[in-house]
């Protein structure tokens, strides 16, 4: 069998839609399109009987059982333990670190002045923080509330 590079761009495309077409692969417009560029080209035609040939010849051939055994090399996979132990230490690390940010946060409200209730103060980052006054409830109640 002769399987010369084609010279031209749609040569390309049809030699892989006949094999497309071998394998019943192509919709009616490619068929269209793959029939009539092998009435006008007859390197392609040649090629298209050709493989076309091989591919009866490959399919009428009868099923030929290996005489030794195949053995495909297992995948090496890691060990479930493993596995958690790695989710484990993820979520010990995230623990630590959302821990480190509630008493940075934490310390940077304590540094503030504490001012009467209901005083307001502007921080650094031009946001405004209502100061509670401990044994306030957060409705601005102090104490019980009346009945």
Not at 26 to 50: I, K, Y
Not at 87 to 114: C, D, I, M, Y
Request: proline letters at 5%.
């Amino acid at each position: 069998m002769r399987l010369v590079r084609p010279f031209h761009r749609a040569c390309e495309r049809v030699r892989e839609h006949i094999s497309l077409g071998l394998d019943c692969e192509l919709s009616q417009l490619e068929q269209t399109s793959l029939d009539g560029h092998l009435e006008r080209c007859a390197t392609c035609r040649a090629f298209s009987a050709e493989v076309g040939a091989l591919t009866a010849v490959l399919r009428s051939a009868p099923l030929q059982e290996p005489q030794f055994a195949i053995d495909f090399p297992r995948r090496s996979r890691l060990p479930l333990r493993v596995l958690q132990i790695g989710a484990a230490a993820a979520v010990a690390v995230s623990a630590g670190l959302a821990g480190l940010n509630f008493t940075h946060g934490e310390a940077q409200r304590s540094a503030t002045p504490v001012l009467g209730s209901g005083e307001l103060i502007v921080n650094d980052a031009l946001e405004v923080d209502r100061i509670r006054v401990p044994g306030q409830s957060s409705n601005g109640f102090r104490g019980r509330l009346a009945r």
